[in-house]
DNA sequence: TGCATATCTGCACTCATTGCAATTCTGCAC
DNA sequence: GTGCAGAATTGCAATGAGTGCAGATATGCA
C-alpha cells in the first residue's frame, strides 16, 4: 500500500486542500466532543455541530455520513494495530497465540488520542442505543478484517470460517466483560483498573487456550 | 380483516382487548414482511405498513418502538430457550458444558416462527446497516441475559464478569462464523447446510472446551 | 492567467419519531 | 343496562437526520 489515512503526527506531503479538510474534520470532532460533553449527545444538533465548527449544515455530510461517525473518527486505528501485529507472527506461533498478542496491544494503546473522546465514547455506547449500534457494527467489522488476516496468516491450519470463528471467540471474550464492567453508573474510573478486569475476567474464559500453551 | 373465531395457539387467559392487541400486531408484521420483500425495507415506509394494517401511522408506534423492530418480533424467544436450558444444568456439569449445550438447541430451533420473516431478516441484516445495528444490539442484550444466569447458576464458579466473558466467547464464536457464512449472495440455500458449516467452524473455535471434556 | 475539478452551501424534500389533545373503546361496577 | 375510569387510537404539528440538486467558490495544474 501507499497512503496511510492520516494521522496525527504525519508528514507534510499534503496538498493545501488535503490539509484543509483535515482540518474541517478535526475541528468537527472537537465541536462535537464538545457540544456533547456540554448538552449531551441528543441535545445537540447536526447543525449545532457544523455551526460551530463554522461550516455549512449540509456540507457535515461529506465529511461524515452521520451523527454517529464523529465518535468513531479512526475506526480502523485498532484493527490496523492488530494486523500488524498479526503480521508479526513467529514460526512456531498459533493462531490461538497470534490472537492473544494482538488482542493484548489493542487493550493497551487503548487511549487512542485524546483520551476525552474515548471517555466520552464510552459514556455515550452504554447510555444511547443509536451509538451503541454503530459501536457494535465497528467492531463487526473490525474483527471481519482480522479474521481475514488471520486466515490468510494461516492458510494450512484456517479457512475463513474457522478464522471468523476464533476471532469472533476471542473479541466476544473481551468485549462481553467489557460489557458487564461498564454497567456501572461511574465509567471515569481508571482505565487501567478496568483493563486489568477484563484481563483477568477473559483469562478464565480463554483459559483452555492459554493452557495449551 | 379477516376474523379468526379462535386461535388454538394462544393463552385462555387473555382479555378482548389483549387478544385484539396481538392480532393488530401480527398485522403488522405480516404487513411489513410482505412489503418489504416486495419493494425493498427502505422504500416501504412506516406509514405504508401502517395502512396496510389499517391502523393510524401514529399508532404504529404504540406498537413498536422503531421500524426495525418489525423485524425482531419475538427479541426473546431464543433467549429464553438457552436460559431454559441453562436451568436444566445436571450436576457434575462444567459451566462450558451448559453453555455448548444452550447453543446447540438454540441453533436448532433456528426456524422461529414464519421461516419466511427469518429469511428476509438475514438478508436484510447483511443489506441494511440500520437492521444489522439493531440485530447486534438484540444480540448483545440476549448475550447480557444468558450470562446473568450462567452466574447464577455456577455461583462458586463464575462471578458476573466472567460469566459475561465466557458467553461472549461462545456466541462470538458462532455469530462469528455465520457473518463470514452469510456474505454469500445466495443466502436462500439451506438452512440445514448453514448449521452445519457453522458447527462445523465452531467445533474448531471452540475445540479445546469440547476436548476437555 | 484560465480551465477542469473538487468543495461548499442553501433550499426543498422525505421520512422516522415524538408530544399533545381530542375521541373512541373496553373492563368492571352499580 | 348505564356509566365511568383507564387504555387505546388517531390526527396534527414539530423536530431533526439525511439526501438530491443546482449554483457559487476555491484549488491544482497547464
Not at 468537527?28 to 455541530?49: C, N, S
Not at 506461533?93 to 487511549?111: C, M, T, Y
Not at 466520552?120 to 479474521?147: F, W
Amino acid at each position: 500500500m501507499q497512503w496511510v489515512p492520516y494521522d496525527a503526527g504525519m508528514a507534510p506531503e499534503t496538498s493545501l486542500r488535503e490539509r484543509k479538510r483535515a482540518r474541517t474534520r478535526q475541528a468537527l470532532v472537537e465541536a462535537a466532543t464538545d457540544l456533547f460533553e456540554r448538552h449531551g449527545y441528543e441535545q445537540t444538533t447536526v447543525a449545532d455541530i457544523a455551526a460551530a465548527a463554522e461550516i455549512g449544515t449540509r456540507t457535515f455530510f461529506s465529511y461524515f455520513a452521520s451523527k454517529e461517525e464523529l465518535l468513531f473518527p479512526h475506526g480502523d486505528a485498532r484493527i490496523r494495530a492488530a494486523v500488524a501485529s498479526i503480521a508479526e507472527r513467529r514460526p512456531g506461533d498459533e493462531p490461538a497465540d497470534v490472537l492473544l498478542r494482538a488482542l493484548h496491544l489493542v487493550g493497551d494503546d487503548n487511549d487512542d488520542l485524546t483520551g476525552r473522546l474515548a471517555a466520552l465514547r464510552l459514556r455515550l455506547i452504554r447510555d444511547v442505543p443509536s451509538v451503541r449500534g454503530k459501536a457494535l457494527q465497528v467492531q463487526a467489522d473490525g474483527q471481519r478484517e482480522i479474521a481475514r488476516h488471520l486466515a490468510a496468516a494461516f492458510p494450512d491450519r484456517l479457512d475463513e470460517v474457522q478464522a471468523a470463528a476464533l476471532v469472533g471467540a476471542f473479541i466476544g471474550a473481551v468485549t462481553g466483560a467489557l460489557q458487564v464492567l461498564l454497567e456501572d453508573e461511574d465509567l471515569p474510573e481508571d482505565p487501567a483498573t478496568v483493563q486489568a478486569a477484563v484481563e483477568r475476567a477473559t483469562a478464565t474464559a480463554l483459559q483452555p487456550w492459554m493452557a495449551a500453551r
